[in-house]
């Protein structure tokens, strides 16, 4: 049984930071595609950013790039979300997800990932 723990949520003003960690257990954590996914209340849950098996530069909803980093660590079983310049509009609960198998860049859908945590509530304030 694979299990996803996240960390880190908090309340900052904007223009803050914020690091969500996400510890994963129970699989091979490096053949499994990682990403993390928000909530706003009364919305749908939204794609934020993805990272492939070995890392790399990752991929993102366009109003986080540039402001949001996705990194991973696969001798810690461990995905991060650094998030910097942080906007009310990103306040959210945050969800790690998991999936085994082929992926993309375009691989930004609730439904295929197979594996999720239960979410950590970041709150901006302006």
């Known amino acids: 049984q694979v299990q996803l723990v996240e960390s880190g949520g908090g309340a900052v003003q904007a223009g803050g930071s914020l690091r969500l960690s996400c510890a994963t257990s129970?699989?091979?954590?490096?053949?499994?595609?990682m990403a993390w996914f928000r909530q706003a209340p009364g919305k749908e849950r939204e794609f934020v950013a993805g990272i492939g098996w070995g890392g790399g530069s990752g991929y993102y909803k366009d109003s986080v790039k540039g402001r949001f980093t996705i990194s991973r660590d696969n001798a810690k079983n461990t995905v991060y979300l650094q998030m910097d310049s942080l906007k009310p509009e990103d306040t959210a609960v945050y969800y790690c997800?998991?999936?085994?198998?082929?992926?993309?860049?375009?691989?930004?859908?609730?439904?295929?990932?197979?594996?999720w945590g239960q979410g950590t509530q970041v709150t901006v304030s302006s």
């Open positions: 129970g699989r091979t954590f490096s053949n499994s595609a």
């Open positions: 997800a998991a999936r085994y198998g082929w992926y993309s860049s375009s691989t930004r859908n609730s439904y295929e990932f197979d594996y």
